[in-house]
């Protein structure tokens, strides 16, 4: 078994990830090995083997890539980053399919199933995480600001809380990769009135949300118990569409938000999350969404926080064993 000094951070994610190596630069100049991986890369590129059943309660297992070997009891965390699974493109759409779900449930079983390692996060507490209304259902039960929302696919109930108030946005509850005629489609948070709501609604829940009549927006970035908070000017409604048009500005939150926002991460099992705030003329904080694997890397080169240095440090810190 290895010393504490020798044992790897697993680092999932895909071929380019500059956010991922802004914290392998950092492991590295600390010295902690790290195994990054892409489970895309599953046969030549990737090798996993584990055994059950048989001698100590540990796993015994290894994953192999042609440059790094980690012994699966021996890792200390994993940075579940942004990797993506095979498509298996080279197969028939069955073959496709039965050798996808093998490859989840396989590799992905394998590594959700050790024990001993700090997941940031773990993918089954960001898929968790990922639900729309639970966000929203647990920010009211921290008592956070939340903005009115109406979740349905009744055009009736769509079109009587839009006209109940001055201004009302539509957003997506899940991000998806969305093309038309090639050209992938970004979702963005668009204003809404109610003679836009016709029997479309009616196919899929669709979101509706008082629009803040905001001064600002804030993205939170928690790592751990650090708390990275950032104001963003901007006169987008979706500051998203243009990030040329955006200033950045480092602020302290008021301390019972911060708090608030750490135990909503508690509450979903999480060590990190971006959370995305709208300010109001009223100074008061509006959530708006918690993306539990959100980008940072942009912030970090425009502000100069030490955030990769804080994932570095938690993954350095590793698990219970």
Known sequence: MRTTEERPVLVATEVDDVTADMVITELNRRGIPVVRFNPADIGDGLTVSARYGSGPARVAGRLLTPSRDADLEDVRSVYWRRPTWPAFADLSPDDARFAAAQTRYGLGGVLHALDHPLWVNHPLRNAEADYKPHQLALAQRLGLAVPATVITNDTDVARSFIAAHP???HKALRATSYQRDGVPVVSWAEQVTADQVDDRVR???????VRVDKVCDVRVLI????????????????????YSALAYSVIALPAPLEAALVAFLDAFGLVSGSFDLAVDRDETYWLLELNPNGQWGWLKERTGLPMAAAFADLLTQGGTR
């Open 167 to 169: 201004r009302v946005i």
């Open 203 to 209: 196919v899929v829940p669709h979101l509706f949300q």
């Open 223 to 242: 790592v751990g118990r650090q708390v990275f908070a950032v104001r963003i000017e901007s006169e987008l409604l979706d500051w998203r569409r243009d």
